[in-house]
């Protein structure tokens, strides 16, 4: 069964506005990451949170990580039209460390 | 090399065929992942090696998936008896062998099962 679960399934917005994805997991993790996918082919990761970490942030991107709800949250700020993608969430387990396990992915799409 | 490098890119075959997909992942990293990932689905987890074994194979779909690595470098993922439902994008993915260091992924090899 698929450990993390992202919501919403797909989102539209408009150019400039801010983005939220959220990912729920079911598991003990070691960290958590968010990665983008374009065109349904390779992933690109953008920024791992650690389980003793609550909060990060890179550039226009903000990650917060509730390990007590076992939730995350991935913000985009002033979102543009290049950031239209499907973005997944991923859990590095604490035991089999090195897996990662993936949920279903928020297709997120920025309207010009 | 520079990345991760998948081959072929794309694969057409007859239903009943077996098929070898490849993985050259990034010089140095012990970690190897497989995922399949159906049209506008999630990524599904297949198998990871660390080094040459593979102590995870539990997402392996069926007794006609296999996969091998050899060296510590290149994988190869072997569907026999190849069906309509594998069809697919199969990414692999690679990474150093610490605990929350990114993967980095390949462009993938889209399987068409005709």
């Known amino acids: 069964s698929q450990q993390g679960e992202e919501d919403p399934q797909a989102l539209s917005i408009q150019e400039g506005e801010n983005a939220t994805m959220n990912c729920s997991y079911k598991?003990?993790?070691?960290?958590l990451q968010w990665y983008r996918q374009n065109s349904g082919r390779g992933l690109v990761h953008l920024i791992l949170i650690r389980s003793n970490e609550r909060e990060k942030h890179s550039g226009r991107l903000r990650v917060t990580l509730d390990t007590s709800k076992k939730s995350s949250s991935l913000l985009i700020t002033a979102s543009r039209a290049a950031d239209t993608a499907s973005y997944f969430c991923?859990?590095?387990?604490?035991?089999?460390?090195?897996?990662?396990?993936f949920g279903q992915g928020t297709r997120l799409t920025i309207n010009p | 090399g520079a990345g991760v490098s998948q081959s072929p890119s794309n694969k057409v075959t007859e239903k009943g065929k077996d098929v070898e997909l490849r993985c050259d992942p990034i010089?140095?990293?012990?970690?190897l992942y497989w995922y399949r990932q159906s049209l506008g689905q999630g990524l599904e987890f297949l198998i990871y090696f660390q080094g040459n074994s593979a102590p995870d194979k539990s997402g392996l779909p069926s007794d006609r998936f296999s996969a091998e690595r050899t060296g510590g470098s290149v994988s190869t993922l072997t569907i026999q008896r190849t069906q309509q439902e594998d069809s697919a994008v199969y990414l692999c993915?690679?990474?150093?062998?610490?605990?929350?260091?990114?993967?980095?992924f390949g462009q993938g090899t889209r399987l068409t099962v005709v």
């Open positions: 991923a859990t590095g387990l604490i035991q089999g460390a090195q897996k990662l396990v």
């Open positions: 598991t003990s993790i070691n960290n």
């Open positions: 010089s140095g990293h012990t970690a």
């Open positions: 993915a690679s990474s150093i062998t610490r605990q929350g260091i990114e993967a980095f």
